[in-house]
């Protein structure tokens, strides 16, 4: 049974690694797709239109360079687009996925069909973040072809609600790709997401401990030191309720009894403010707990993909023990 969704092909685990603000770039990217899992980036990782287009032009000259040398097929990549009023650069950047004809568009803070159509002009892929039923109800009107639900346990703006209860909601009003993103580290956490009912998983956290990522290097000794008991979440930073590393969160002189505290929205799209408080106050999922190193990306999905095989394979013997009872 092949468990990619159709128009992912090339990936060999299903995995999605997500876009994260001020720490995926091509790097990443590159490395993420020539092993097998859909790397991605935020458009607004790179500071101008012009700067997110020659982002795209160098993942795709390397993608296209390995394929070439390797005769491998590499995972496709997708690009993550704030769909916000604020964001005064949409527009332009929709324009820009079209002219490079991007595989995968994940959308966050809302779902506008004008934007799949766009992107189903070429042939792409647009999934939706969600955090709960009623976002699902939308996109799904919206017409996109998958939803991302970030359960409890996700880094940087996640929901509440556990995945397999999100699971199930979901699975009532949509029947189309389901990723689920919450504390996924490990290739028996990918199984475990396989199990309950999920396409793909979706991990962040467990990419920012990589070298090819952007994080700072005490961003990532950060992640090695924290436990899942560390981790805040709050709307406090960015007014869009999100989980950070407690130990981030004292540094910037955040204390406990701010945590409640809503602060104004503003979901990234003023980079000069917005990145100045992510750059110090570093965001992280319940996953810390399972991340202890900082392998290359090629390392970690190797490693990734041998844990997952080991799970399956003890999963067919405890259905084969099962099947010995009946």
């Known amino acids: 049974m092949n468990t990619i969704p159709k128009g ?17 770039g091509p790097e990443l990217v590159i490395e993420c797709c020539k092993n097998g899992v859909v790397g991605t980036f935020p458009a607004l990782n790179e500071r101008t239109s012009e700067g997110f287009e020659q982002w795209l032009i160098t993942i795709k000259e390397a993608l296209s360079e390995y394929e070439k040398t390797t005769g491998k097929k590499a995972a496709p990549f997708g690009v993550n687009l704030i769909v916000h009023p604020t964001n005064t650069r949409l527009q332009k950047d929709v324009e820009i996925c079209v002219k490079h004809k991007v595989p995968l568009v994940i959308t966050s803070l809302g779902a506008i069909s004008i934007l799949v159509d766009a992107i189903h002009s070429y042939g792409g892929l647009v999934y939706h973040d969600i955090v709960k039923k009623r976002h699902a109800e939308k996109a799904a009107e919206a017409g996109v072809d998958g939803l991302i639900l970030v359960s409890a346990g996700a880094g940087g703006h996640a929901g509440t609600i556990n995945p397999m209860a999100l699971i199930k909601d979901v699975r009532k009003v949509f029947d189309k790709t389901i990723v689920v993103a919450g504390a996924i580290s490990t290739g028996m956490d990918i199984a475990s997401v396989l199990q309950m009912g999920a396409d ?16 700072q290097e005490e961003y990532k000794e950060m992640i090695v030191n924290s436990t899942s008991d560390k981790i805040i979440h709050t709307a406090a930073v960015s007014g869009i309720p999100a989980n950070f590393m407690e130990a981030s969160l004292e540094a910037a002189g955040i204390k406990p009894e701010d945590y409640k505290k809503e602060g104004k929205l503003d979901p990234g799209l003023d980079m000069n403010s917005e990145a100045k408080a992510w750059k110090t106050i570093w965001s992280a999922g319940h996953g810390v707990s399972a991340i202890d190193d900082v392998p290359s990306t090629e390392q970690l999905i190797d490693r990734l993909r041998a844990e997952l095989v ?5 999963q067919q013997q405890r259905l084969d023990w099962l099947k010995s009872l009946a």
Not at 8 to 24: H, K, R, T, Y
Not at 202 to 213: A, K, L, P, Q, V
């Open 8 to 24: 992912l092909e090339g990936a060999s685990l299903p995995v999605i690694a997500a876009p994260m603000f001020l720490v995926s």
């Open 310 to 314: 080991e799970a399956m394979e003890t």
């Open 200 to 215: 793909m998983a979706y991990m962040g956290t467990r990419f920012i401990n990589t070298t090819e990522s952007r994080a």
